[in-house]
Structure formats: structure tokens, C-alpha cells
């Protein structure tokens, strides 16, 4: 049974109980209609379609700030199709940093250990909620990191501790802090994402964003492994243009494409970036007031610097929970995430399933703050009913 006052069953529910870290919500008042202008059954290389790619770049690089010279282009796979496409064809010129502090990091720190076989890389690790200790990079190396990690909830606070004088590059795979957090583009080479997180687009394409510096890579190393026409980004020594100016590599769906402009509309409707990172900010804000006086949940990010606004990572602090071992914590936490599934308050809010159990709620920008408040008393409501199985 619970040490404390249960909680009683909520009336009010979240108008919108998508809170899953991707694909993500939709914007507030989304309906298939925003895609009735999508340039369907017409070639991708046409002139109409093509310029639709191309308003993606154009409204994605204004609406982030991209600072003049850098090149941005959609790539197939996703985020994972974009990072995997940046690591294969530039690293392997010098040595390299990967920092690895959850799962999507630890699979970019394999690929380069294991696939890659880089035998002049470190891997810099840290525990699920921590950050690893990024006084030990050295910038004389390329570095690869997550900006946020999606499975942890952890986020770097900021771009100080990269050397503005760097000889190395950069890699930051940003999938769900671009449009929520300000990158600090002066200290960053290559950076990556995907439409399916912060704005709530459609999945399968990636964005690719290169600074010159990057580009110089590009132009002057030739990786000693073969690259698959997928993956690349130069041909006869030259860099394929095309790729950033909508000429896709392979074939995008239209219809995706459509629903991203919709998405960077409303996004300029709401005021740009700094609009879309109030709202991200408001969300984190509403569930950090719920937790400092609960006794059943925290943070899996202990330090409130680093804590994400978006892939929002709770672990179960109930003196019930707690008592469990980590085979019954990992089982009451499904079954609190199931019973929330059950009532349509919180669809797929499960911890990432590499994650210490818990629950993870997506607070990107097209999340109403007001259907985070009227979740967390759910939450409550869920946590006291499972722990009378355990």
C-alpha cells in the first residue's frame, strides 16, 4: 500500500493525451487539411515539388537562426539516416571524442568503435541522468554527441565547454532540441534532426546542417571505407549542391513534406524560436512544480541545469516502489504507464525500454501546458492504484 494520502481519481483529462517522444504530437489544431496543397503524384525533381523541399530548408535555417555560410539539406533515415551519413563520410581525418550517456549516443559511440573501427577514439560515458564530464574532451579531436538525449532526459545547458578555437569538428545529433533549445551554432560543425520531434512532423527524413568548416572536411578527406550512394555528399570532388537545395538523394514523400511547411508555419505564426522555446520551457516548468513536493516521482536529470524541456524523464520515488528489486520496478512501471494507456490520459509515455524504469513525457512545442497539468494528477492517481499489486 502507499506511505502517503492517495490520490483520488482525476475528472479532468488532457484534450490531447499524445505524449509520445516521437513521432510526436501534432501542433494545436492540427487537421488533415493542412495537407491539401500537397504536390501529390508529381516527381520530387519537378519545379513545384522541388520548391516545396526547398521552403523546408529556407524556413527551417530561418526560423533556427543558421548562421550565414552553413548548408542545409534533407537526408533519408531520419535523424539516424542524417548523423549516420555525417560520421561515415568525415570521421576518421584525426581522432575522436564520442560522448555516450544514453541510447542513442551509445549507438552513435558503437558505429564508431564497432563499425567505423576508429582506433583512435575514446568513448566518454556517464550514467543515465548525467552528463558525461566534459572537462575531459579534447578539441583537438572531432567530438560526436546527442545535444539531448531523448531516452534520458538529460540536455547540455549550454555551448561553453566547446573551444570556440577547435581544430576537430563538432557532431551534434540535436533530433529533439532543434526548434526547443538555442544551439550555440558558433561552437557546433555538424548538426542533425528529424521532423518527427519538436514541430510534430511526419517520420522518414532527417536534416542535415553543415558549417563551413564541415564542408572543408567534406571537400578535402576521402574516408578509407566505400560509402553507399545514400550516404553521400560530394562526387568528383565537389559538394552536391543539390542536396542543399532540394534535390533529394532519394525519393521523400510529398505528403510529408507538406506536413513539415506546415509545421515551420505555425511555428513563425507562434514567434519563431523564441516561441517555440517558451512553450517547451512552460511544460518543463509545470511538471517541476508538480515533482518538488512529490514523494512518489523526480527527475531522472538530478541537476536542474541539464534537466531537457522536451523528452521530460521521471523515475517512481514511492517508498513502495522502492522497496521493489529492479525486475518488480521494472514491472510496476508498465503497469502505471498501461493503467494511464488504459484511461486515454497519456498514450506511450513509457521509459525508453534501455531507460531506468520510469516515465517519459514529451513537452516539445506543440504540447498545451494545459494538458501536462491536467495529466500529472493521473500520474498520482496511477502510481497509488499499482501499488496495491506490489
Known amino acids: 500500500m502507499a506511505d502517503f494520502s492517495v490520490a483520488a481519481k482525476p475528472v479532468a483529462r488532457p484534450q490531447n ?19 491539401a496543397g500537397a504536390a501529390l503524384g508529381r516527381s520530387h525533381r519537378a519545379k513545384e515539388p522541388k520548391a516545396k523541399l526547398a521552403e523546408v530548408i529556407s524556413r527551417s535555417a530561418g526560423i533556427l537562426g543558421m548562421p550565414e555560410g552553413w548548408r542545409l539539406g534533407i537526408v533519408p533515415g531520419s535523424d539516424t539516416g542524417a548523423i549516420e551519413m555525417a560520421m561515415w563520410s568525415m570521421l576518421g581525418a584525426r581522432a575522436v571524442d564520442v560522448l555516450a550517456h544514453e541510447s542513442f549516443s551509445e549507438a552513435w559511440a558503437t558505429d564508431v568503435i564497432k563499425q567505423l573501427k576508429l582506433e583512435d577514439a575514446r ?3 556517464a550514467d543515465y541522468g548525467w552528463l558525461p564530464d566534459v572537462s575531459a574532451i579534447d578539441f583537438s579531436h572531432d567530438v560526436v554527441l546527442a545535444w539531448n538525449g531523448t531516452t534520458s532526459g538529460v540536455c547540455f545547458p549550454g555551448g561553453d565547454f566547446i573551444a570556440a578555437e577547435r581544430e576537430g569538428l563538432v557532431f551534434a545529433d540535436a533530433t529533439s532540441a532543434a526548434f526547443a533549445m538555442d544551439l550555440p551554432w558558433d561552437r557546433l560543425d555538424v548538426v542533425t534532426w528529424s521532423w518527427q520531434k519538436v514541430l510534430g512532423g511526419e517520420a522518414g527524413h532527417g536534416m542535415l546542417a553543415l558549417s563551413p568548416r564541415a564542408v572543408a572536411r567534406l571537400l578535402s578527406y576521402k574516408p578509407a571505407w566505400p560509402l553507399p550512394k545514400i550516404f553521400r555528399l560530394t562526387s568528383g570532388g565537389k559538394l552536391s549542391e543539390g542536396i542543399f537545395a532540394g534535390e533529394t538523394i532519394n525519393t521523400p514523400s510529398m505528403l510529408c513534406v507538406e506536413d513539415a511547411l506546415d509545421g515551420l508555419r505555425w511555428a513563425e505564426g507562434i514567434g519563431g524560436l523564441a516561441g517555440l522555446m517558451a512553450r517547451a520551457r512552460a511544460n518543463l516548468a509545470a511538471v517541476a512544480g508538480w515533482v518538488e513536493h512529490n514523494p512518489r516521482v523526480a527527475f531522472l536529470a538530478e541537476r536542474a541545469e541539464t534537466r531537457s524541456p522536451t523528452s521530460i524523464c521521471l523515475v517512481m520515488t514511492a517508498p513502495w516502489f522502492a522497496r521493489l528489486d529492479a525486475a518488480g520496478q521494472a514491472k510496476a512501471a508498465k503497469e502505471v504507464s498501461a493503467l494511464l494507456e488504459r484511461e486515454k490520459v497519456a498514450l506511450d509515455v513509457a521509459a525508453y525500454r534501455d531507460a531506468p524504469p520510469g516515465l517519459r513525457i ?13 495529466l500529472l494528477p493521473w500520474i498520482d492517481y496511477a502510481i497509488d492504484t499499482v501499488s496495491a499489486d506490489f
Open 17 to 35: 493525451p499524445n505524449f509520445s517522444s516521437g513521432p510526436c504530437a501534432k501542433r494545436p489544431g492540427y487537421t488533415l487539411e493542412a495537407l
Open 362 to 374: 514529451w513537452g516539445g512545442a506543440t504540447v498545451e501546458t494545459s494538458d501536462i497539468l491536467a
Open 123 to 125: 568513448v566518454l560515458s
